[in-house]
């Protein structure tokens, strides 16, 4: 007989970022010379310091489960690190290791969120947020940003927004933020951290692009605002962006030890404990960093800069100049506008884009925003030369079709 599904899963739809991706890998197989510009996913191999702690941890057989909310030593050393980048005092007790730091947010939802209560999303976010928020049987509220902002969220925006959802409990902000590279200054966060204090809104800050930042740009915590605001904040961050360790698995929360605890117990009947072996290896990562991971950062520098001289030179493309993480979000809704090639919105185009010209982009409207693209410069120079050159021709038939 057929079984029906939930309610709960009808509402989840596929990753669009792993759908083009495993689109992309299909069309590799197939023997097409394909660009990916569509996973973020670091293209650097995990430092050699790193893989070396993982290898003596086999060697040494620390092969057993953990403690659920992960090994005393990492946890102090989580509290080592947010103490010495960001200024933060916490104890072992108000840490949470999770596999990966998306599991740590839906984990934080779950211990807060009831139905119905209402979680805040600025637009453009990351593409799972909505479906977290869905998960944990909560609403999402969507708070339009806007690029000549620079993509931020701005604290009379988010006052009205919140007096306008007599439910709002949680906002979600994430810096630097997937897919634009906003970076939000200290003064920016702590307009925001007045608002949410008034309405004793909790932020889930999502840092985990936070070694990732450049020129001028400097990454602040919203928990660093204040004592008040540390304890209405749970920040969730991991290693898998700066450390090239997204396949080790390992992200963590910390904030109120109240939430914590409850969160971490959402976690023991659902994933239970990270693999012991990652764990070790992110003592050291977190320890004894080396100049392998400033020389990654540098390395995507030069990448932000290269892509975005390179697409700023197609007429009718505007585009903000990421200032952190390795994403650029350009505006193409000019030529959605005006093609005769029947591509009515940016899934097709990307489609369109991927099938004539092998060059695998995300479509905005993935991250809840039509008329913008999101390359991911996590990719070789040879890759980016080649790709933006194959986008400018796509760009151009579209201006000469129309």
Sequence with gaps: MAIKLSNRIQLIKPSPTLAISNKATEMKNAGLDVVNFGVGEPDFNTPDYIKQAAHKAIDDNFTRYT????????????????????????????????????????????????????????VPYWVSYPYQVKLAEADPVYLTTYQEDGFRVKADALDKCIKENPTAKVLILNSPSNPTGTVYTKKELEEIAEVCLKHDILVISDEIYERLVYDDSKHYSIAAVSPEMQEHTVIVNGVS???????????????????????????????????????????????????SIEEMRQEFDK???????????????????????FYIFPNISWYIKNNNMGIRNTDEFCSQLLERHHVALVSGGAFGTEGFVRFSYANSMENLTKGAQRFAAFLQELREAK
């Design 67 to 122: 403690a659920n909310a992960g090994i005393p030593e990492l946890r102090k050393a989580i509290c080592a690190k947010l103490e010495r980048d960001n200024g933060l005092k916490y104890e072992p007790k108000q840490i949470l290791v999770s596999p990966g730091a998306k599991a740590s947010i839906l984990d934080v939802l779950m211990a807060v969120c009831d139905a119905h209560d209402q979680v805040i999303i600025p």
């Design 241 to 291: 962006k700066a450390y090239a360790m997204t396949g080790w698995r390992l992200g963590y929360a910390a904030g109120p030890a109240n939430i914590i605890s409850y969160a971490g117990r959402m976690q023991e009947h659902a994933t239970s404990c990270v693999n012991s072996i990652t764990q070790k290896a992110c003592v050291v990562a977190l320890n004894d960093e080396d100049a």
């Design 303 to 325: 990448r932000r800069n290269f892509l975005y001289t390179e697409l700023v030179k197609n007429p009718h493309l505007s585009c903000f100049k990421p200032e952190g993480a």
